[in-house]
């Protein structure tokens, strides 16, 4: 193994002569560095924040070895290897969807070192490995384990064939893994350790925040008036993808019709499709020639597509996980994007039978009330979001429907704190209810057996009832003062930056709330249209019309090297080209994702429209 310096030295080399990029994100070099070592790993990283270099880049760097991809679905195998093989890196798929003679092809270019990424599914890597040579065994240097919360029984995507994986660990004991997901709380995290043998690997959490995004809910919309509303915030996206997530497949297929109506290039996508007809949606998603698809959760984690700029939910998510992760597919490439969720009760009444019908109604049902608090809430949605991973965020984004819209507020450190005492001094044996019973001083059989009866905090928020005690202690939870231990009977666990908060540390600023303003926002929440949220738009880059002129050379690019848009430039790189507007090799090469392969196939094609429209233009 080189010295680190080297090491880095020459993966800054790669990234820029590969990939376009001058420095690594923060973590990334951090965990290639760690695995490379020989170490295995456990890495959280938002949609977007880099993870796939994480893997990719330690088998370019690797003289003989190549890397195992293992990845739930064909089509983002399929996406991640058209990306690779455009920057000439050599990557194939072993999968269902290729012919014999490819597959065989593939085992071929690997057995003569001709391969450094191998994307395959948990069930044909364990099926394939017994009939693999040594001579390919012995090559292996690291598998990498794509959407690893599905390995979890507490993740939001369980899969049964996921847990297999186990016994890679086994058969491979030298092999380092790296486990990778973008949403996993804390006790899905540890499952996936668990489950991978991998009990020592070192874990690398990335700050799952996007910044970048735009929050937004609107309660209360339904019928024509969220077709309207929907309408008016795609117009305001034009010649820009989004996906609209909904929580039916005929509700799916209803949604594209109507948005065909106005005259918006949309389709549909559900598991209810003939394989040939989803693929068909896909392809015509990735390339551009369909600006939004109308989906169920079938549709999404397996597009690699960096230029959705909005996605919509058109009903509220099961849980906070699944939320995070459809809101991630947009704005990928960095720049703004926005999200649109749009919350009624019915949606409640219909998830809550879906949970309760699920084989974990119970770790469903939390989830789902979770969930329902972030739609419902007056905190910041983005420190809601990242307090339920575990990240600490003790400020207003700025950024999200009430940041914008703020509630009164007040400074609640002194509420927050007798909260946090009784918690503290039951040894944090205690749920939600419990707390407000002891805070209000209710002498309950169980609190007298427990002898909570006792504590110096019994009855010490006796000057407010029970009603606000309960809606306080979920802004508590929300702002990430306390977390839910659901494996361990629902009890409130004390945060550090909740600690802080108790001893005197750090001060806390609550939203007042009033019962009666929110019973008669929650009876009324069907049929009384909330306020209309500004969303954000993406600022216009220096020549927009340069920019649809450079869209439609890369569009022109992608078609006859039957490849998607994005895959030739994403959208932060043609926006760079606006700006600096290059004109010769050494311009071009410099741009935000032009490393060496890509400015020797495409300087000229671009540079030639910039030159022709600054002609044009007269600022030649």
Not at 89 to 117: F, Q, W, Y
Not at 268 to 278: E, I, L, T
Not at 436 to 455: E, H, P, Q
Request: charged content about 25%; aromatic content about 8%.
């Amino acid at each position: 193994m080189e010295t680190d310096s080297n090491l880095k030295f020459k993966a800054l080399g790669v990234l820029k002569e590969c990939f376009g990029y001058d420095q690594f994100r923060p973590q990334q070099w951090e965990i290639i560095s760690h695995v490379m070592h020989g170490n295995d790993a456990v890495v959280l990283m938002p949609t977007g924040g880099g993870k796939s270099l994480c893997y990719q880049m330690p088998a370019l760097l690797s003289d003989d070895g190549f890397t195992i991809v293992v990845s739930p679905l064909l089509a983002l195998m399929n996406d991640q290897v058209n990306a690779l093989l455009e920057n000439n890196i050599p990557a194939r798929c072993l999968n269902s969807d290729h012919s014999d003679s490819e597959n065989r092809e593939t085992m071929e270019l690997l057995a003569r070192g001709m391969v450094k990424l191998l994307y395959i599914s948990p069930e044909k890597l364990l099926s394939e490995l017994d009939r693999w040579s040594p001579r390919i065994i012995d090559r292996i240097a690291l598998f990498a384990i794509d959407e690893a919360h599905c390995i979890s029984q507490w993740g939001h995507d369980f899969r049964p064939e996921y847990t297999q994986l186990d016994v890679l660990k086994q058969r491979f004991p030298r092999v380092p893994i790296m486990a990778l997901t973008a949403t996993a709380d804390r006790i899905t995290r540890d499952d996936i350790a668990k489950h991978l043998n991998i009990p020592q690997a070192r874990l690398f959490i990335s700050s799952f925040d996007r910044p970048n995004l735009t929050l937004n809910v609107v309660q209360g919309v339904t019928g024509k008036q969220k077709l309207k509303r929907i309408v008016e915030f795609i117009n305001e996206h034009p010649r820009q993808s989004g996906i609209i997530y909904c929580l039916s497949r005929k509700n799916s297929e209803k949604m594209a019709l109507a948005l065909c109506q106005y005259g918006i290039r949309a389709q549909y996508f559900h598991a209810g499709m003939s394989p040939a007809h989803k693929q068909q949606v896909q392809h015509d998603f990735l390339y551009d020639d369909v600006q939004v698809v109308c989906a169920t959760v079938a549709f999404g984690m397996g597009i690699d597509k960096s230029n959705v700029r909005f996605v919509i939910h058109s009903n509220m998510p099961r849980n906070i996980e699944s939320y995070y992760q459809e809101i991630g597919r947009a704005g990928r490439d960095g720049l703004p994007a926005d999200t649109l969720l749009f919350y009624s009760y019915g949606d409640v009444i219909t998830l809550r039978q879906f949970a309760m019908q699920s084989s974990q109604s119970q770790i469903n049902l939390d989830k789902l009330r979770r969930m329902q608090e972030f739609a419902e809430s007056d905190i910041c949605r983005r420190r809601m979001l990242l307090s339920y991973f575990n990240e600490r965020y003790d400020h207003d984004c700025g950024n999200c429907d009430v940041c914008n819209n703020p509630p009164q507020r007040f400074d609640g450190t002194t509420l927050v704190q007798k909260a946090l005492s009784a918690i503290k001094r039951t040894d944090e044996q205690i749920g939600i209810y419990t707390t407000s019973n002891i805070l209000l001083g209710w002498r309950k059989a169980d609190l007298v057996a427990a002898g909570y009866d006792k504590l110096k905090t019994f009855g010490v928020g006796r000057d407010l009832n029970m009603t606000q005690w309960n809606a306080y202690l979920l802004q508590m939870l929300q702002l990430g003062l306390v977390e839910v231990a659901y494996n361990d009977g629902n009890k409130l666990k004390i945060t550090e930056y909740g600690n802080e908060v108790l001893y005197g540390k750090q001060t806390v600023s609550l939203a007042r709330f009033d019962p009666q303003k929110a019973s008669k926002k929650r009876k009324t929440a069907e049929a009384k249209e909330s306020k209309v949220i500004p969303t954000f738009e993406v600022p216009a880059p220096t020549d927009n019309v340069l920019l649809n002129k450079l869209k439609d050379m890369r569009k022109a690019i992608a078609i006859a090297n039957k490849v998607p848009p994005y895959v030739v430039f994403t959208d932060k790189s043609l926006v760079a080209m606006a700006q600096s507007k290059p004109t010769t090799q050494a311009e071009f090469g410099v741009i935000h994702g032009v490393g060496t392969v890509k400015c020797q196939k495409y300087w000229r094609a671009f540079t030639t429209v910039i030159r022709q429209h600054l002609q044009a233009t007269g600022q030649a």
